[in-house]
């Protein structure tokens, strides 16, 4: 019976100790899978381990380093989006073939801070906290109302991991939700709400509806350029 081949998964920086053990435990099925974590983040550490990484898994590598793992098939960005890599992978995958990919890894968060936002927008924290600086104790609502989200109609632009969480933390509040997505067939969860769903041939309809928008789409050349002045201006 033949051997199966090792295959060195090289982190590109320290995870913590309840991390690694969740990766470690997370692949015990898969005894051929070397993950290697440097004992430091140096890029000469990285370096002298590069050329025997399969995948290497990490933030911002730098150009040298992608050169030096000749093997390397597979770059894993944990975070989500990649757009600041795709220049380098472009100028690199010349002579190499290396496939570019991205987790969920600080999807929650990143859900967490867009709603974190909304509500301080809403509820106008910036030019309170301003004015309290000053020593404005009060303002009355002819200064800065807060917008109640009650009653609001809130689109989420693409419904991956994080605008799936992000409409789950809103679902508290009394709030219209509407969602376009590229292809509802892959729509597998169950909504956290009642929502009216589009697809993005009505983009522009959409966004009538609607008065308050989330966007959480990768930056691609399908989306670049998606929404302009023209589409802003469609809000209600």
Same mark, same amino acid.
């Not at 050329?51 to 040298?64: F, L, S």
């Given at each position: 019976?033949?051997?199966?081949?090792?295959?060195?998964?090289?982190?590109?920086?320290?995870?913590?100790?309840?991390?690694k053990q969740y990766l470690t435990?997370?692949?015990?099925?898969?005894?051929?899978?070397?993950?290697?974590?440097?004992?430091?983040?140096?890029?000469?550490?990285?370096?002298?381990?590069?050329?025997?990484?399969?995948?290497?898994?990490?933030?911002?590598?730098?150009?040298?380093?992608? &050169?030096?793992?000749?093997? #390397?098939?597979?770059?894993? $960005?944990?975070?989500?989006?990649? @757009? %600041?890599?795709?220049? /380098?992978?472009?100028?690199?995958?010349?002579? &190499?073939?290396?496939?570019? #990919?991205?987790?969920?890894? $600080?999807?929650?968060?990143?859900? @967490? %801070?867009?709603?974190? /936002?909304?509500?301080?927008?809403?509820?106008?924290?910036?030019?309170?906290?301003?004015?309290?600086?000053?020593?404005?104790?009060?303002?009355?609502?002819?200064?800065?109302?807060?917008?109640?989200?009650?009653?609001?109609?809130?689109?989420?632009?693409?419904?991956?991991?994080?605008?799936?969480?992000?409409?789950?933390?809103?679902?508290?509040?009394?709030?219209?939700?509407?969602?376009?997505?590229?292809?509802?067939?892959?729509?597998?969860?169950?909504?956290?709400?009642?929502?009216?769903?589009?697809?993005?041939?009505?983009?522009?309809?959409?966004?009538?509806?609607?008065?308050?928008?989330?966007?959480?789409?990768?930056?691609?050349?399908?989306?670049?350029?998606?929404?302009?002045?023209?589409?802003?201006?469609?809000?209600?």
């Amino acid at each position: 019976m033949q051997k199966e081949k090792k295959v060195n998964v090289l982190c590109i920086w320290q995870p913590n100790e309840d991390l690694k053990q969740y990766l470690t435990q997370g692949l015990e099925d898969y005894p051929q899978v070397n993950l290697i974590f440097p004992p430091d983040t140096e890029e000469e550490t990285f370096l002298k381990l590069a050329p025997d990484a399969d995948i290497i898994m990490g933030w911002r590598p730098t150009k040298e380093l992608l &050169q030096t793992a000749k093997k #390397v098939k597979l770059f894993i $960005n944990p975070g989500a989006g990649v @757009q %600041h890599l795709i220049s /380098l992978f472009q100028e690199v995958t010349i002579d &190499q073939s290396i496939t570019l #990919v991205n987790g969920h890894g $600080n999807a929650y968060n990143t859900a @967490q %801070h867009a709603v974190a /936002l909304l509500l301080a927008l809403t509820n106008r924290v910036v030019l309170h906290h301003n004015w309290m600086k000053e020593g404005h104790w009060r303002k009355g609502d002819a200064d800065a109302a807060s917008v109640p989200l009650q009653g609001r109609k809130i689109g989420f632009l693409g419904y991956g991991h994080v605008n799936r969480i992000a409409h789950k933390l809103l679902s508290g509040f009394d709030a219209e939700f509407f969602i376009i997505r590229r292809d509802w067939e892959k729509q597998q969860t169950f909504l956290p709400t009642p929502a009216t769903p589009y697809s993005y041939a009505d983009l522009h309809n959409f966004l009538k509806e609607i008065d308050t928008l989330i966007v959480a789409v990768p930056l691609t050349e399908k989306t670049k350029g998606l929404l302009g002045k023209k589409e802003l201006e469609l809000l209600g």
